[in-house]
């Protein structure tokens, strides 16, 4: 199965702002890290622009993870409906994050966790 180019944007998008999270580096530092903009890593992050493979390549080795973590392995339709239908959800989720307390955050996870037995 080959995937679109939108698919594969959203994907490493979210791989890049879920660890970049992760990790506690704001996007303005990260942006200026990377030598771009912050309007234009918010851009990636949301799959709407595409990031050249030399960036993704920076975008590894400042995140100290290896290249293939932010890439994509489907191999079947079933697979690309599944990363389809879950990259929107832990993107809402983490967005969130900054304005929770603690007990809301694991009342959050837990309903996520719930959720993802589901899918």
Not at 53 to 66: D, R
Request: one cysteine or more; proline letters at 3%.
């Amino acid at each position: 199965m080959i995937m679109e180019k939108h698919d594969v944007n959203i994907y490493i998008g979210n791989q890049i702002e879920v660890e970049r999270i992760s990790q506690e580096i704001s996007q303005t530092n990260f942006a200026k890290e990377l030598g771009m903009s912050r309007s234009s890593l918010c851009n990636v992050e949301k799959g709407v622009q595409t990031l050249p493979i030399y960036k993704l390549y920076t975008v590894a080795s400042l995140l100290g993870k290896p290249i293939e973590f932010f890439l994509p392995n489907v191999d079947t339709d079933k697979e690309v409906e599944k990363l389809q239908s879950k990259i929107d959800i832990p993107i809402y989720l983490l967005k969130k994050l900054s304005k929770l307390n603690h007990r809301a955050l694991e009342e959050m996870i837990r309903f996520y966790d719930r959720w993802e037995l589901k899918g």
